[in-house]
């Protein structure tokens, strides 16, 4: 998995046991790996939306996937294991355009890596391209993880929201006892993708550690009201949104306009953005308040970030997915790893109650290994 901060890709092996509507998951290794030298600097520009060649995007296609399975290799290795032992790779890829449908126009997205050379690098049955048969089927292709985390981490008496936070914020709703059809989840909006562009440009450090700078500021509330009128925050369900929406040159538009504030001023300010908009996305959408929010992503380690979402949702308690047993820095991978595993299983692995599809569909483009 690599999210839409492009900070690199992150690999979890794990093993499954039990049946597909109640899986057991126990991670035997994970390994977080930069992409290689000059490879983030040539997905950037095409994430950002910037005129690329076919042939340069092509080459990014096979180079992604060749890094996922060097990723994909190592992660092995660090368990004790080889290849065969493995029953298949989920690849997501990385995302440089993801278009949810308006109107009568139906959407379309695009993850590099193509799954074929990870599936002949590894000798291992790969399976990519998990957005694309959702979209088809009239839905957002996003998000994905809810039914994963409607198979691992729903609980029969408490309602749970789990609340990812990479580069775009999202939420899966869980009520008490759910049936996947009772299963809400959608995009809330910017998370990281803000704060580490902001980070980047006042800083020149990849992002605000700890959240430290924006602890000692002070929210601006008129510029955060004016952020908070964004339309993709009165949009219902279903969802979804991107770097087109919050990526760089939104960035930009925010530093531009908070041009008299001090660096730890607007990085409190573009912080609460995250917490706020978070925080009326359950008021306006979630059908009761959960009494627990799990946290998974980039975003936990941002102690600033995670203290005032914990301040905003109360009485709700807001604690890690750790847990709950899943690591909260490799949660996505873990999903995608379980989305390929339903794949090769011939089982569905969207929802449409999320993602607004016409039905449920298997996901994914499979790869015969070796």
């Known amino acids: 998995m690599s999210g839409t901060s492009l900070d690199g890709i992150d690999a979890a092996l794990i093993a499954i046991e039990g049946s597909a509507e109640q899986p057991e998951v126990e991670t035997l290794a994970t390994l977080a790996v930069p992409y290689p030298a000059g490879l983030r600097e040539r997905l950037l520009p095409v994430a950002e939306g910037e005129a690329v060649s076919v042939g340069a995007i092509s080459a990014l296609h096979r180079d992604v996937a060749i890094a996922f399975a060097e990723a994909a290799q190592q992660v092995i290795e660090a368990a004790g294991l080889s290849g065969a032992a493995i029953a298949c790779i989920g690849s997501h890829g990385q995302t440089v355009h993801h278009q949810p449908p308006t109107g009568s126009a139906p ?22 391209n998990f957005r694309s048969r959702d979209m088809a089927a009239g839905g957002q292709g996003a998000p ?10 729903r609980h029969p008496e408490r309602a749970r929201c789990i609340q990812n936070l990479g580069g775009i914020g999202n939420v899966t709703y869980l009520p008490a006892g759910a049936t996947p059809k009772q299963v809400l989840a959608f995009d809330t909006g910017p998370a990281n993708l803000l704060i580490d562009a902001v980070a980047q440009q006042l800083t020149g450090r990849p992002f605000d550690r700890d959240g430290a700078l924006a602890a000692a500021g002070q929210v601006d509330s008129r510029l955060l009201a004016g952020w908070l009128a964004d339309p993709y925050f009165a949009l219902p369900p279903p969802k979804s949104t991107g770097r087109e929406s919050f ?6 538009q925010l530093l531009a306009e908070a041009a008299h504030l001090s660096p730890a001023d607007l990085l409190a300010t573009v912080s609460e953005l995250t917490v706020e908009s978070i925080a009326r996305a359950y008021g306006d959408w979630l059908p009761t308040a959960p009494a627990e929010v799990f946290l998974g992503g980039g975003g936990v380690r941002n102690r600033y970030l995670v203290r005032r979402l914990r301040e905003r949702l109360a009485p709700a308690t807001v604690a890690s ?13 873990i999903a995608f790893a379980v989305l390929a595993w339903l794949r090769c299983s011939n089982r569905p692995g969207n929802l449409p109650s999320v993602s607004g599809a016409a039905r449920a569909v298997l996901l994914g483009d499979v790869h015969p290994g070796r």
């Open 107 to 128: 959407g379309h997205t695009l993850q590099l890596g193509e799954g074929a050379w990870i599936a002949e690098r590894t000798g291992v049955t790969t399976v990519s």
């Open 144 to 153: 994905l993880v809810p039914l994963v985390d409607y198979l691992l981490l």
């Open 247 to 252: 990526g760089y040159a939104r960035a930009g």
């Open 321 to 333: 997915t750790a847990e709950v047993g899943i690591d909260s820095d490799f949660k996505e991978a």
